[in-house]
């Protein structure tokens, strides 16, 4: 493809070059570029791609996109310079890759707690509706059965399109992406055309990049704001920002609640740690999810399954057949009768809700004992608030390590310990070592009780040093259990 259709539509400040290069793959990562190749240099949160240019050109680019144009020109080498390489990368990338969002119908959900458990759970819906389908999720991507490990929520402009693309060359019709703050902030889905959005809920997280709770909802903001007139925008009118994300979208606005008036609405009936049965639009319905907040989730997916055509019989009679998410409340039976819960919980609010959906079936007849930490070198002003969420509604809490990356894991202990008070302390043990701190709650744990283990759920690693370490809270519960 000549450069100056993968620019199509982006307007430079300045050309040094030739316009007509033959250009055969698009990167903002300077190691995976290759001969013909179009390096995009961005300035990233830690470093600046303009460092990369020489590199680049070294290893075969015949463009550069730049913001800063270089003092030396190589000749031979075609360098574009525009306002700003974050604002255009992801409108190269479609551009190279054949505009591939507008060839399956795609839907983005975005939120703090929710995103992967709606998107996964469409996808999989969607298929056994007998539809091909892609899924861009925190846990992995899905090119119909073939598995793409996923770095990121949302990968980089160029892996998105580059991803989508295949999906479309798979014969795709639907795709369902979870879509981050980070990756709204920095304009990962910047050219992609969105067939729907859906908003979760919103609550504190990723203040170490947002700096403030405004500036981290106007990123999930962005993504309706951005949204095409033919598109729908699902928000859940029980959250406080419900209405807001919505207010100044071009798309069909439609409403989904638990506890008020709405254009999709579901409450409880009957619940077990097995499942709950649920009315749903005046519709009886069993599923094999438990927690309030998955019915919200399992009414974004009865309404987004609506608003792209399905019959409410249809989407009723999938959805009873579905299972949770792999670490999203997911049930571990002892031998001894008590039930282990793993958990991707790891903001204050999740883990309420996590806590709120145990007692829900437990009602009052069986004790909980929570294991939890806070990971290193992210936000830290949550640690106190999840300290005091567990021990809140907890007959124990075991206060743990959970991805300490390049702080010291007892540092993040006590951060969490200093939202706590004497009396809260009585119910709070202490144990770095997570795998002991497993056991030891397990030890605690009699039949009928609950023991919660928060924070990793799919994980299956531990993050020390700048070291992943293999380590799977389900595979040391089963480890446990097998005595």
Request: glycine share 8%; charged share 25%.
């Amino acid at each position: 493809m000549k450069l100056s259709e993968v620019l199509k539509n982006i307007k430079p400040l300045q050309v040094a070059g030739d316009m007509d290069v033959e250009i055969c793959g698009v990167n903002i990562d300077s190691r995976r570029i290759g001969n013909g190749h179009l390096f995009i240099s961005m300035k990233g949160t830690l470093a600046d791609g303009h460092k990369f240019i020489g590199k680049a050109i070294d290893q075969g680019a015949r463009a550069i996109l730049c913001e800063d144009m270089p003092e030396e020109l190589k000749a031979g080498v075609t360098y574009v310079q525009v306002p700003s390489t974050e604002d255009v990368a992801g409108r190269a990338a479609t551009n190279f890759y054949g505009n591939p969002s507008t060839k399956l119908t795609l839907v983005g959900v975005t939120g703090t707690n929710g995103k992967t458990t709606i998107a996964t759970l469409l996808y999989n819906m969607f298929r056994k509706m007998g539809h091909k389908c892609g899924l861009l999720s925190t846990v992995c991507n899905y090119i119909e059965d073939e598995a793409v490990p996923a770095d990121h929520t949302t990968p980089d402009p160029i892996e998105l399109n580059m991803l989508l693309a295949r999906m479309v060359e798979a014969g795709c019709e639907y795709a369902f992406m979870e879509c981050s703050s980070h990756a709204i902030a920095q304009k990962r889905i910047g050219g992609l055309t969105f067939a729907g959005g859906i908003f979760t809920n919103l609550t504190r997280d990723h203040l170490d990049y947002h700096k403030t709770f405004e500036n981290y909802r106007n990123a999930k903001k962005a993504f309706f704001d951005a949204l095409p007139k033919s598109a729908f925008a699902i928000t859940n009118a029980d959250d406080k920002n419900g209405m807001v994300m919505v207010q100044n979208t071009k798309a069909t606005i439609k409403t989904y609640s638990t506890r008020s008036m709405a254009d999709f609405k579901a409450r409880i009936i009957e619940c077990h740690f097995e499942g709950m049965y649920l009315d749903i639009d005046n519709h009886e319905v069993g599923v094999q999810f438990i927690g309030k907040f998955n019915v919200s989730n399992l009414l974004a997916v009865y309404a987004s399954a609506v608003m792209l055509g399905q019959q409410p019989e249809d989407i009723l009679l999938v959805m009873s057949t579905l299972h949770s998410v792999s670490g999203r409340l997911e049930p571990i039976r002892s031998p001894e009768g008590y039930t282990a819960i793993v958990d991707y919980a790891h903001t204050p609010d999740a883990l309420a809700n996590v806590l709120n959906a145990i007692h829900e079936v437990l009602d009052g007849k069986g004790k909980v004992v929570t294991v939890c930490g806070a990971g290193g070198n992210r936000d830290k002003g949550k640690r106190p608030l999840m300290a005091q969420e567990a021990v809140k509604q907890s007959d124990k809490v075991i206060i743990t390590s959970d991805n300490p990356r390049f702080e010291e894991p007892q540092a993040i202990i006590d951060d969490m310990l200093a939202g706590l008070n004497a009396q809260q302390m009585k119910k709070v043990l202490c144990i770095v070592d997570r795998r002991e701190a497993i056991r030891t709650a397990c030890m605690l744990a009699r039949k009928g009780d609950v023991v919660l283990i928060a924070g990793k759920g799919h994980e299956d690693y531990q993050e020390i040093k700048g070291v992943k370490h293999h380590f799977d809270d389900k595979e040391v519960v089963r480890d446990i259990f097998n005595g």
